[in-house]
Structure formats: C-alpha cells, structure tokens
C-alpha cells in the first residue's frame, strides 16, 4: 500500500485542495494499521502529538430553532422535552468563561440555535465577543447563517472563530435538512472568510450516510482555501423525539478512520473530537488523538447533549501525557524541523529524546 503514499504526493508541510472522491475513498479502503500511521506521521509533522487544544461551549440560546436539522434537538420542529431559554445574560456568559478559564480551557464558544441573528440580538452578541475576549479567550460562535455585514460585525468585535458545519455531503445533506440548502452552508462560510474569521467547519457521522458521503464532505472542506483551521468531527447523539433517534451506530473504527482521513487531507487544521465523545470510551478516543484528532471540548455540556465530565478528560489526558495546547513543554519522539512545523505557537523540536524547545523567531 506504499504507492498511495507517493501516488498522491503526501509530503510533509503540503496542503492539498484538489483531492479527488477515489483518492479519499483509497485512503478509507487502506488497511486500518497503515491508515493510521500515515496519519500520525502527518499530525506529527504538522502538531506536537503531546498537546490537544481544548474549547469550552456555552448555550447561549437554546430551543425553538426554526431549521429542521434532523438529529437537533433544538429544532421547533420536534418535541425533544428541551428546557428553552432566550438569549442570555451577558453576566452568565461572563460566570461562564471564568470558569471555563479557570479549568484550563483556551477558547470559549458560545451558540444560539437561531436561523440566523436579529438586528435586535447582535448588538447582545457582539458584547459577549468583546468581553469575553478581554479575558484573554479566544472566542468563538456557532449563530446560524450569517450575512457579509453581520459576519464583518463580529469580526470587528474581536470575534476569532465562527462555526458553521456542513454536517454531511452536498449529496445527502437534502435527506438531512430542508429549510437552507448546502449553498447557503458554503455562502455563510465564505463570509466568515471574507471578514478575516478563522473557519470552523465539519460534520456529523452516523445519519445514514455512506462512506462515500463522509468522503465527499471532506472534499467539500479540503476545498476550501485557505482549509477551515478547526474541523469537528461529531457523532450523532441519538436524541428521542427527533428523525434520527433509532439511526444505526457507527463502527468506532469507521468514526476514527475518518478522523485520521481528515487529519490527511487537512494537515494543518485542528481536528475536533466533538459530539458524542461521551459515548466513546478512553481507548477509542485516545485512538482518535493518535489518528490526529488534537481538539476537544471540555465541560459538562455539549450545547444541550451530555459532555464528558471536565475531570473524566484531565484524568484521561493525565494518563496519556497529554497536555492542553500551549502548555506542553516537552516532546519525546518527533521529526519536527523549522521548515515542516510552522505551527505550535512558533516552536519547533528536534527527534532526540528529552527537552528540546526552541524558539525560531
Ligand atoms: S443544528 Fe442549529 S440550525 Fe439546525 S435546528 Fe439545531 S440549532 Fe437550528
């Protein structure tokens, strides 16, 4: 299986926004053991190994969306027995990044299940970004579609990331939502984009697609230029009273090859271990870290659907050796050079073994 390795010119450092559907559906036929070392060869060139970014997510707005998404639980369209709540207090959030602070978290998301913002909310919402970024977060929001004017106010306030899935491929995204299209999906992105927001963009596994749909999602994010810097990778959360309560499980080895095929196909992005950790045990996620998943949420809530216990995840890190992401100081085995690692806060290291971090500006 070496060839796949040189037909598609995997090199260190290089990012591809040209794959192909059979490129990718090689890359998910390669055997399981080969797939995964060539994607952790790929997170080793490109990230510490060692270190994993972690975010907190705060509902901001919950319930009553008018969207029809088929596994959300906060779509007006079913009845999921979700406890609403209207925009909250700016005082709340700002408890809530504190705490989120204090437990070692480095970004702070905050979602509203809206369509789309009102005029009448931004004003609520652009102060969230502005104070929580005093903090020292970086912020991040998930609000619905965005115009090029609304996208631009939120950058302007300081807002780093905005989060948009596509959720599934163009193919099968029609059997998942009804009320705005993939297009609009890919319109609101570009907005973030044009107003100088990081992207955060992914999908969900375990609606019924086929592999072919995870792979042709991917394409749809490899795409883009530059690729979005953070790529969720849920699994659906089967929540009773929507479409997809009684949805087929996904093969753990089937989530984690697409976790080590968008680490390939997006070397340098974050990839997020996101909904539905919690249904994956210690061994199944600590393969996800080794296929090059390098993000998480932490926090007792994931939106509305249960997280995994902050403490479950230090404890977990705790006997991985791994670190939250800027904190990591030391690197046992690597292959990092000054010219294919950019990244990790402008450090780099060396193979040998112990200490080894430079600065290289
Ligand atoms: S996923 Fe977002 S847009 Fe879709 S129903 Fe849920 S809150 Fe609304």
Redesign the pocket.
Known sequence: MTPIVLNLSIAAGQIRYDWTLDQVMELYQLPFNDLMFLAASIHRQNFNPNEVQVSTLLSIKTGS?P???KY?P??AHYSTGLEKEKLIEIDQVIAQAKAALDSGASRFCMGA?W?SPTERDMPQVVEMVRQVKSMGLETCMTL?MLDQKQAQTLSDAGLDYYNHNLDTSPEFYGQIISTRTFGDRLATLQHVRDSGMKVCSGGILGMGEQQADRASMLIELARMEPQPESVPVNMLVRVPGTPMESAEDVDPFDFIRTVAVARIMMPASHVRLSAGRESMNDQMQSMAFFAGANSIFYGEKLLTTANPEANRDKELFRRLGIQPEGKATEVRVGSWTPENCPKNNNRFYDATMGKKEKSVN
Request: hydrophobic residues 10%; contains cysteine.
């Open positions: 969306c969207e029809d998404c959300c906060q779509s299940a369509r619905g």
